[in-house]
């Protein structure tokens, strides 16, 4: 089937924000006279969000009991300087311009929640504003779910089928599979060197934002 919309996961994808959610998870750490996390080790786990960072940082996973109210002191925190860094990834303007003037749709398909999202999309200087854009939260089931790609596809009114799904993280990879678009793996995401991403159901794995324009 033909291609007819391009549809992206954001943190790690279209955007570097790995130096924002970094920066907030060693703020929240200095207040509690914690070691702070080299970049190195942040960027990795960049797309897994509060949780994965928490982890990182305080060795807490989602079954400890203060997990929650860590999780939104985090995500409070976060708020202050959430679009202070964060830039897109070098080339992503250009092909998100060639993919408009092909006249594809495009959007966003992100787990970040929408309080961040709504002001952090027009922020980033998008040369062509998205066609949709859905967050962690507006559907009420983040990816893998495949809510949220059958959503943002009826919003378009595209066929899944006729949808690439670019992303960096396995959960991408199984949300667009399952929900029957074509995969796309960006080697330039928050991937762990211990990710098995051979093991991934990405169809096409690219390591530049042009050859994209390829799979169009």
């Known amino acids: 089937m033909k291609i007819e919309a391009v549809l992206f996961d954001l943190d790690g994808t279209l ?3 790995a130096l924002d959610l970094g920066g907030a998870l060693n703020t929240m750490l200095r207040s509690k006279n914690l070691p ?6 942040i960027r990795p786990v960049a797309s897994h969000g509060a949780s994965g960072l928490l982890k990182l940082g305080m060795n807490m996973d989602k079954t400890h009991p203060n997990h929650a109210a860590l999780r939104q002191e985090y995500l409070d925190t976060y708020e202050q300087c959430f679009d202070q860094d ?3 990834f070098e080339g992503i303007n250009e092909v998100i311009a060639e993919i408009a003037a092909r006249g594809l749709k495009w959007g966003i ?3 970040k929640p929408h309080t961040f999202t709504h002001r952090l999309v027009p922020s980033l200087g998008f040369s062509v504003a998205p066609d949709v854009e859905v ?9 893998p779910s495949v809510k949220p790609m059958l959503y943002a596809c009826e919003q378009i009114g595209v066929n899944p089928q ?4 670019v992303g960096d993280a396995q959960r991408d990879m199984i949300a667009g599979k399952n929900a029957g678009m074509k995969t796309v793996l960006v080697s330039w995401g928050y991937i762990h060197a211990d990710d098995d991403t051979a093991n991934w159901p990405a169809d096409v794995v690219i390591d530049t934002p042009m050859q994209l324009l390829d799979l169009c």
Not at 36 to 41: I, K, L, P, R, T
Not at 135 to 143: F, P, Q, R, Y
Not at 162 to 165: P, Q
């Open 36 to 41: 702070e996390v080299a970049m190195d080790d």
């Open 15 to 17: 955007a570097d924000t």
């Open 86 to 88: 964060t830039v897109l």
């Open 109 to 111: 398909i992100t787990n």
């Open 135 to 143: 967050s962690g939260d507006t559907t009420g089931e983040a990816k």
């Open 162 to 165: 006729a949808c690439l799904y």
